[in-house]
Nanobody
Framework: QVALVQSGGGSVQPGGSLTLSCAASGFTLSGYKIGWFRQAPGKEGEGVSCVLSGGGDPEYAESVRGRFTVSRDNAKNLVTLQMNSLKPGKAGIYYC?????????????????WGQGTQVTVAS
């Protein structure tokens, strides 16, 4: 079965940290850029980060730059998103998605390969 399988997430207090993982199942992740997206209830989705298939300098949304770090290990078929100094406004369901070509924080640039999503809650 071809899928992106997410893990991690959970609940944390403001200022805390969480790590999300996105693993490829049934295909090789190295051929794909990986984007991370956040969906909060009643709000428009937000592109969070993107890392190219070969790695290199990732892209980040301005609102998370300096606090979030995305990394990938193609040998392990795995991409991780380290989220530090989390704020309540960054709560929601986080999705990873695979695509080709240049990095983009637009979800329409990622067709067909999406993770199942993982909940992130930031609350006192």
């Amino acid at each position: 079965q071809v899928a992106l399988v997410q893990s991690g997430g959970g609940s944390v207090q403001p200022g805390g940290s969480l790590t999300l993982s996105c693993a490829a199942s049934g295909f090789t992740l190295s051929g794909y850029k990986i984007g991370w997206f956040r969906q909060a209830p009643g709000k428009e989705g937000e592109g969070v980060s993107c890392v190219l298939s070969g790695g290199g300098d990732p892209e980040y949304a301005e609102s998370v730059r300096g606090r979030f770090t995305v990394s990938r290990d193609n040998a392990k078929n795995l991409v991780t998103l380290q989220m530090n100094s989390l704020k309540p406004g960054k709560a929601g369901i986080y999705y990873c998605a695979g695509g080709t070509g240049l990095c983009a924080l637009d979800p329409s640039d990622y067709v067909g390969r999406w993770g199942q999503g993982t909940q992130v809650t930031v609350a006192s």
